[in-house]
């Protein structure tokens, strides 16, 4: 039990497009959602944390206009990585939790993005 | 700010050893807290979770809290190849959804 999908699991793609990444709690509902942003060799770094059907928090220093965040169901949480640069490549991964499991976060298989 | 904090290694152990991983966190009304296993280009794994003082086992496993002390650890008994990663440190932050991690020791078994 809880998993937690994510699509694509690698993308590549032109400076100045946008990406999206969808993540999807297969087997239980998540009423809150977790982004987070990886560069080799550093710890994880959280982005924002979304709750169904309201609007995402963001973490300081991140740019809710850059990164765009949608939770419309209990199910699935999208993140936009807008105009994107060379420098927002990395690997994101997002996680998602339950009241009902005791706020256990479980992790989606992770997203690497490669920004040419 | 609040803070995890981990030794980040790497820390060697030899096979069939026992691998003691450390943490200390700075939020002390933290109620739940948990180990995350990372694989070099994968995404972190829940190995375990404790909420109350004392020990709590899993198989090689065993995870130990003094909320007193604001310390957690993770006991990893006959050390295997296949434990060599990186191992996080997370604590539920008191007044948020979120989870805090620490920066994570890179553990690394030695045949």
């Known amino acids: 039990g809880a998993v937690v999908s994510q699509h694509p699991s690698r993308v590549i793609c032109k400076s100045g497009t946008s990406v999206k990444i969808e993540c999807r709690s297969l087997d239980f509902q998540a009423t809150t959602m977790f982004w987070y942003r990886q560069f080799p060799k550093q710890s994880l770094m959280l982005m924002a944390t979304s709750n169904e059907g309201s609007k995402a928090t963001y973490e300081q220093g991140v740019e809710k206009d850059k990164f765009l965040i949608n939770h419309a169901s209990l199910t699935l949480s999208t993140l936009t990585v807008t105009s994107a640069h060379p420098e927002d490549s990395s690997f994101y991964i997002c996680?998602?939790?339950?009241?009902?499991?005791?706020?256990?976060?479980?992790f989606g298989p992770g997203t690497r993005l490669t920004v040419l | 700010q609040k803070e995890v904090e981990q030794n980040s290694g790497p820390l060697s152990v030899p096979e069939g050893a026992i691998a003691s991983l450390n943490c200390t966190y700075s939020?002390?009304?933290?109620?739940?807290f948990f180990w995350y296993r990372q694989y070099s280009g994968k995404s972190p794994e829940l190995i375990m979770f404790i909420y109350s003082n004392g020990d709590k086992e899993d198989g090689r496993f065993t995870a130990q809290l003094n909320k007193a002390s604001q310390y957690v650890s993770l006991l990893i008994r006959d050390s295997q190849p296949s434990d060599s990663a990186t191992y996080l440190c997370?604590?539920?932050?008191?007044?948020?959804?979120?989870?805090?991690f620490g920066s994570g020791t890179r553990l690394s078994i030695r045949p």
């Open positions: 996680s998602a939790s339950d009241r009902g499991l005791r706020n256990e976060q479980f």
């Open positions: 939020d002390r009304g933290s109620q739940s």
């Open positions: 997370a604590v539920k932050d008191s007044s948020a959804s979120k989870i805090i």
